[in-house]
Every structure is written in structure tokens, then in C-alpha cells.
């Protein structure tokens, strides 16, 4: 059986992300077929999905929200990492089969990713890493590039006869989350001093890429499309709040980004959720 994923072993990690939506019941049943999240109840208004009986998304339905606006701060994607190479390339037969709106396809270096939005425009990533001890580790980080994805390499991890995709495995993680923001500096400099991530990448001056523990980034933050964005409008749809697990939590506390994104730390109960 695999293990969790390096990205929850450090001392701070993604845990879960909460999203708001018009139609909560509608995201929740896409999130079950498309990725195959399951189902972990429903408690009035708010959904919850997850792996391994962990909760790793929260859907609150509020039908009177306006929809989101990706010229503001907000969310750009929610990262789903899968155990294993195999997990991914079972996933994208899956997506192929079913024919599902793929957005793009991309080599990172440090991992192999697939992306697509869901109905209310959410950006969804699904994800393998490469081992991280092949990440190539410079001065200033992490070496990442966007590469065009080689399926045939990918669905060469499969055997004859493969069991084909069975909804996400029990592992499976919120390895990152990526943010629209509207200054990567200034970003990069709340995630500092709030909550103690290092600088693992830039692109230029559009993007940031930050974590902890070595992992390659647990946030990404951009303006590819939010450039000068101000605070964030909490009627929206899109992203609620981003919720990490640290070691060093003694207790829940909630912080707001300069943009107003919600981020909440929680305790770690134990390595991976």
C-alpha cells in the first residue's frame, strides 16, 4: 500500500479547501464522478467530499452568491495530488473515455498534471509528483518548467489488464493550492511572515510559488489574470477558505491574506491528514 505523499509529511500542509457555489448539489455530484471523490455526508447547506474518510473539500451552497470573477483575487486551482504515476494515468484513460473538457496538460519537472474547471468555473488540477529526491534543487529553490505532458510515457506505467480508474485512491491529497492574487510580492511576503513558507520558485513577476519543508510549492500565487486585483468580494462564488495542518498548532486560528482569502490552521493530527 502506498504511503501519503511527501507534500503532507512536511511541517505544513494543505489539508481540505472549501469552496462557495450556487448550486453546491450540482459540484458535489461532479466532484464524485469526474475525480471520484467520496462522499463523507452532508451537513445542511455544505458538502463534503474527501479520501480515506478524510475531508479534503467543502461545498457550501449559497444560490443568491454571484459568480465568481477571475479578474479578482480568488482561487486559480485546487491541486488533487494521487499516490502514485499509475493513479494519474488510470485517471486520464478515464477523462479520455469519458470525453471531459480538458484545459491542458503539462510536464513540471516535479510532477505530471492534468487540468480542468469545474460547472461554476472552478479550476481543478489532478496531479502525480515525480520522487522528490530527482527534484533538481538550486540556490533559489526548485527548478520547474510548464512542458507539454507525454501520455504515451504516462500510460506506459499500466499493465495489460489494468484494473482502470476506481475513484481517487485512499492517499490521495490537497497537495497545493493556487492562488489569484494581485501582487505576487506582496503575497510572497504575507506567506513569509503569517505562516513561515520559503520562496521555492518564480515565474518572472507574475507568479509565485511557496512551501514548506522542501516540498516544490503547497501555494501558488499569480495575476496571470488578476493583476492588480484589491480585497476580494466574499459574495462571489469560488473559493471560501484554504484550510493548512501545521505541527506547530496548538489550536484553530484563521488568518486573511491581503486580499481577504480566508486561510485557517488547524492542528496535525498525524502525517497526512
Known amino acids: 500500500m502506498s504511503e501519503f505523499p511527501f507534500a503532507v509529511t512536511t511541517p505544513v500542509s494543505v489539508e481540505s479547501v472549501g469552496l462557495k457555489a450556487r448550486d453546491a448539489g450540482r459540484l458535489a455530484d461532479f466532484y464524485g464522478k469526474v475525480l471520484g471523490l467520496e462522499d463523507n455526508g ?8 474527501g479520501a480515506g474518510g478524510r475531508t479534503l ?8 452568491a454571484m459568480p465568481d470573477d477571475p479578474r479578482e483575487a480568488g482561487l486559480f486551482h485546487t491541486a488533487f495530488l494521487l499516490p502514485e504515476r499509475s493513479d494519474l494515468a488510470r485517471w486520464s484513460v478515464f477523462a479520455r473515455d469519458n470525453r471531459l473538457p480538458l484545459e491542458g496538460a503539462s510536464d513540471h519537472l516535479v510532477s505530471e498534471a492534468i487540468y480542468l474547471s469545474d460547472p461554476e468555473g472552478n479550476g481543478i488540477e489532478i496531479y502525480a509528483d515525480r520522487a522528490p529526491e530527482s527534484w533538481r534543487r538550486t540556490t533559489s529553490g526548485i527548478e520547474m518548467a510548464t512542458n507539454p505532458l507525454d501520455f504515451q510515457s504516462l500510460l506506459g506505467t499500466l499493465g495489460e ?3 482502470g480508474w476506481q475513484g481517487v485512491p485512499e492517499k490521495t491529497v490537497v497537495g497545493h493550492v493556487h492562488l489569484r492574487v494581485g ?4 503575497a510572497e511576503g504575507w ?5 513561515g513558507f520559503d520562496t521555492m520558485a518564480r515565474y518572472g513577476s507574475q507568479a509565485v510559488f511557496l512551501a514548506t519543508g522542501g516540498y516544490h510549492h503547497h501555494i501558488g500565487a499569480n495575476t496571470w489574470r488578476s493583476a492588480g486585483a484589491g480585497a476580494r ?4 462564488t469560488g473559493l471560501s477558505w ?4 501545521s505541527r506547530n498548532a496548538s489550536a484553530e486560528k484563521e488568518f486573511a491574506d491581503p486580499w481577504g482569502t480566508v486561510i485557517r ?6 502525517d497526512g491528514g
Open 242 to 245: 484554504v484550510q493548512l495542518q
Open 191 to 195: 506567506w513569509h511572515e503569517a505562516q
Open 265 to 270: 490552521v488547524a492542528p496535525m493530527a498525524r
Open 57 to 64: 473539500l467543502e461545498i457550501e451552497e449559497d444560490p443568491s
Open 161 to 163: 489488464g489494468d484494473r
Open 42 to 49: 452532508r451537513s445542511g447547506n455544505v458538502y463534503r467530499l
Open 233 to 236: 468580494d466574499p459574495r462571489r
Open 183 to 186: 501582487d505576487p510580492r506582496t
